[in-house]
């Protein structure tokens, strides 16, 4: 990234030595984005502002039109909305004066972006999707990059699972073909959020490792940050609250001071948060993400977050204020999937199960659950089915939907949610299963893979394994070929990720035999 920079710097000087005002912006441009990589939000703004001075009073040119996408994405990670209005509008009358496929591509981008703000999902995904079409008529691989990324982020928005899964792949395959290690490293974090929603919690994990060998590599701070939130959401899942609180707390280390201001990466660090919160019963320390969460113009998945702090305002006692949430999710413009009224259900729901009448709220909840179902969120339906069963007075039916959720809970491995449920039952006079093991190993590696993969995990080389495995170090490299294909990682620093997050390191361990005293 430091190279990238002084190269450009380099090039911004030889632009402006020989009059070029044109290739001075553009350096200029390109000079700020590479500042919104690394963190450095003030010196994104001097560079964009100090191309817009430089083009000022020229004609309508394809630099105006990078220039005022580039603003677009500035001003969606900073969450102002009058800004994308401002920029989409100039944007678009370019787009009708020179009518260039990439101009258009734009175009379409920034409209879509602007919908985005608005909530109109629907909308939203229309534009962008024509975008799609005109940067596929462009010259420019990037802009389909761009375009494919702006698709998953808008799937994301909806719960629509599938779409961001498409798209995240397709940007991830076109990163690749580019053979560009920075530019995949943002699908496969999308990719991660698809399998983590999706109920493949180990393709998550997977995902989540892969994306921090990338920004290892890149020293992209951004990434580092996500992959932080990531990681802490999954721990979280799985019920290691203790090592989810070390990564969030390193998290805000990295961000420093300045980073909180790009929503983009510090909505999901506040869901995380509050995630986190709710799973460690501080409903309180939750509702402390309010502000982060409530704002639906910018950000990640904001329809989610949303109903996430719905609940850490009823858990809190403020029952009104989450039929408050309840009701601005059922206000959303449009949107391409039931997301809106699914997520009001579950709120709802609990609202309505008072003390005088805990059995009222069950209509909704049991909504909620068949809702999330449909949308292919698998925790969240069980999540549901175990507040209907809680609510539900029928015995037989609360035990059946019980059992049902445990199934779900100890197939992803939640295994908080699945202690809950296991109490219930017991409440019940039900004696639960303990959960069934996934694999000897407890994951798709054989005995050897695991063990060769914990000891390169715990920083030796293939060499210095090949001595303690009594193995050659040919072998070695052969079993790590195998793992790195079965894992679909690419780094010792993914693999080693992998193995801490998913527990196989501490259960490796725990398992080995002591060396006699």
Request: with cysteine; net charge neutral.
């Amino acid at each position: 990234m430091r190279r990238a920079a002084a190269a450009w710097s380099e090039v911004a000087a030889a632009y402006a030595e020989y009059g070029d005002a044109l290739g001075a912006a553009r350096a200029s441009r390109e000079l700020g984005m590479l500042a919104w990589r690394v963190g450095d939000i003030a010196t994104a703004s001097d560079r964009l502002d100090s191309a817009e001075r430089i083009l000022d009073g020229l004609e309508p040119s394809e630099e105006h039109a990078r220039l005022l996408h580039a603003r677009v994405v500035a001003s969606v990670r900073l969450g102002n909305v009058d800004a994308v209005r401002m920029a989409a509008t100039r944007l678009q009358v370019i787009a009708a004066t020179l009518g260039s496929p990439s101009i258009v591509a734009r175009a379409h981008l920034a409209e879509g972006a602007l919908r985005y703000a608005e909530t109109d999902y629907a909308a939203a995904a229309e534009a962008d999707r024509r975008g799609l079409e005109a940067a596929l008529a462009s010259d420019e691989p990037l802009l389909v990059l761009r375009a494919y990324d702006q698709l998953s982020v808008t799937a994301a928005a909806q719960l629509d699972v599938v779409g961001l899964r498409e798209h995240s792949q397709a940007s991830a395959d076109l990163a690749d073909s580019l053979g560009s290690l920075s530019l995949a490293g943002w699908p496969h974090g999308r990719l991660a959020i698809a399998a983590l929603l999706g109920g493949d919690w180990d393709a998550a994990l997977r995902g989540i490792s892969k994306l921090a060998g990338i920004v290892s590599d890149t020293g992209e701070r951004r990434g580092q940050v996500s992959v932080c939130a990531l990681r802490a959401w999954i721990l979280t899942r799985h019920g290691q609250l203790a090592e989810a609180r070390d990564v969030l707390d390193q998290a805000h280390r990295l961000a420093g001071a300045e980073l909180p201001a790009d929503r983009n990466i510090f909505v999901i660090v506040a869901l995380a948060e509050t995630i986190w919160a709710l799973a460690a019963d501080e409903p309180e320390r939750a509702l402390g993400q309010r502000a982060a969460l409530e704002d639906l113009s910018s950000g990640w998945l904001p329809l989610l977050a949303l109903a996430e702090v719905g609940q850490a305002a009823m858990r809190c006692g403020d029952v009104q204020g989450g039929r408050g949430i309840a009701r601005r999710l059922r206000s959303v413009r449009s949107c391409v999937t039931a997301a809106p009224a699914v997520l009001a259900d579950w709120l709802d729901g609990h609202a309505d199960c008072t003390a005088a009448c805990p059995g009222a709220g069950v209509p909704k909840l049991r909504a909620a659950a068949s809702g999330f179902e449909r949308l292919g969120l698998p925790f969240h339906a069980a999540r549901a089915g175990l507040a209907v069963a809680y609510a539900d007075s029928d015995r037989a039916r609360a035990v059946d939907q019980g059992r049902t959720s445990l199934t779900i809970f100890e197939r992803l491995g939640a295994a908080q949610q699945a202690e809950q449920t296991r109490s219930m039952l017991r409440s019940y006079g039900v004696t639960p299963s303990r959960g069934r093991a996934r694999h000897r190993t407890g994951s798709r590696l054989s005995a050897r893979e695991l063990e060769v993969g914990c000891l390169v995990a715990a920083g030796l080389s293939n060499a210095d394994v090949a001595t303690r495995l009594f193995i050659s170090p040919r072998t070695v490299s052969t079993h790590l070929e195998r793992i790195y294909s079965k894992l679909e990682l690419t780094s010792r620093v993914a693999l080693t990720r992998y193995l801490a997050d998913s527990g196989l390191l501490a259960r490796a361990a725990a398992t080995r035999p002591h060396a006699p005293r």
